[in-house]
């Protein structure tokens, strides 16, 4: 990986054009999430639907001092399927704003814009100033990361915080300091207290980080502490997590959430592929299983352990079912998304977007009665995917095009394109267009890459690093 030189975090200064041209994004990217979110504010059942009615339920709970439970009524049962840190933010706002969730919607707002800004500096300085300037375009009008501003989950506040613990790591790959280290792992920690999916992503890092270390020539024992250093802050920020979990479940887990899925979505759908039936009939009888082997003893964590002993012996009976419906997961994350955007839009909520695509595996003759389903759908959702389909082409190939350039020698991108392949596949066969929220980023600026190398224009660039890195 090639030496990155960081310069100064922030350099432009706003009465500059430059500058202007940075608030002109950011203003645009907020004015858009904030038109949303006024659009949907009087219609709770848009923003309050499957995820967020749990989530809802954790913040009023945390609020009215009944802990952390998703419980509506007594003995309210501690959980152990969310991890903490977006529950506490959606708690803090009720606490603030007499438990209006809207309130929060509109913090969301503020959190997209602010990733779009951490998005400028990344590729200002992995880049030049210009691909700054277009990455941040890109995001401030990324429908998908638009869209899920205006719903009461996770995905926005999670983007932010990865996005700021990469541009961290990006530092730390400049300024090989203990400081940067420290900061990166406390800022991935909080990320994956947001959204357990980045739970094995600081490996990823420490491999890239140490092998561009050595490349350069730096003292194994320096590469070695600031990648323990980086792996021992992330550690630490989930230990409380832990250990609240092993004194309420006896496991000391992160979440529930792995053993569960893998059960309802991976081992019931490869099943389900193999026999012809209905994926949620498969998962049912799985769940009957377990409740006969004595369910009603074990609490969250202990139910969740079983069910993933349960999916992996039964994954293990047909390893190449589980290996296609996983592809197809991967895929859905890349795939324009069709539930939260219906919903979000009309209000309506007959078309799942899981329902969709998995009936290419598992009913491929059911394909036409949805397409038929869709045919109802109203203009306002066929004017977004008219923006959404062309959108995400230009950017997935633009980004792909940027891999592709750095195929012989390694840079920054691999890394990049490292991530979003570990954040695409670790959503798994249960993967969603709203997984590709937190992917955003990371690809427009590796759109911004080829935009700048394709657009070349004098007089622009000079403070940062050319395209490909210095």
Known sequence: MQRLSMGGLWSPKL???????????????????????????????????????????????????????????????P?????????????????????????????QALMGTLTVLGVYLMARRLIAPRAGLLAAALLALSPHSILYTALLWSDTEYTLLLTGSIFLGMVMLARPEPKWALASGLALGLATLTHPRSLYLPLLFVVAWSAARLRQGAPRRQIVGHAVLYLLAFQM??????????????????????????????????KALETGEDHWSVAQRYDAQLREQGAFRWNEAEFADRALRLALDEIGKRPWNYARVHLLGTAKVFLPGVFAVNTVLTGETQIDTSAIYGMLITAPSQWR?????????????????????????????????TLLA??????????????????????????????????????????????VALWPLRGHGKAGPPPGGP
């Open 79 to 107: 959980d152990n399927f969310r991890t903490p840190i977006y529950p506490l933010t959606l708690a803090a706002v009720y606490r603030l704003f007499d438990r209006e969730p809207v309130a929060m919607l509109f913090l």
């Open 15 to 77: 009465c500059s054009p430059h500058g202007r041209a940075l608030a002109l994004v950011l203003g645009v990217g907020l004015a858009l999430r904030l038109a949303l979110v006024a659009y949907v504010a009087p219609y709770p059942e848009r923003y309050l639907q499957t995820d967020a009615i749990g989530y809802h339920q954790l913040a009023q709970n945390l609020v009215q001092g009944h802990g952390f439970s998703r419980d509506s009524a007594p003995p309210y049962r």
């Open 369 to 401: 009665s949805l397409m038929t389903a869709l045919e109802t759908f109203p203009p306002t959702f066929w004017a977004y995917m008219a923006f959404t389909v062309p959108y995400l082409a230009l950017v997935y190939g633009l980004a792909l095009r």
């Open 237 to 270: 920020v989930l230990l409380p997590w832990r250990l609240r979990n092993l004194a309420r479940f006896g496991v000391p887990n992160l979440t529930s959430a792995p053993g569960i899925n893998m059960l309802y979505y991976g081992a019931a759908l490869a």
């Open 406 to 451: 750095h195929l012989r020698r390694p840079s920054w991108p691999w890394l990049f394109g490292g991530i979003v392949l570990y954040l695409a596949g670790v959503a798994g066969p249960a993967g969603a267009p709203r997984f590709r929220v937190a992917i955003m980023p990371l690809l427009c600026v590796l759109a911004s890459h080829s935009l």
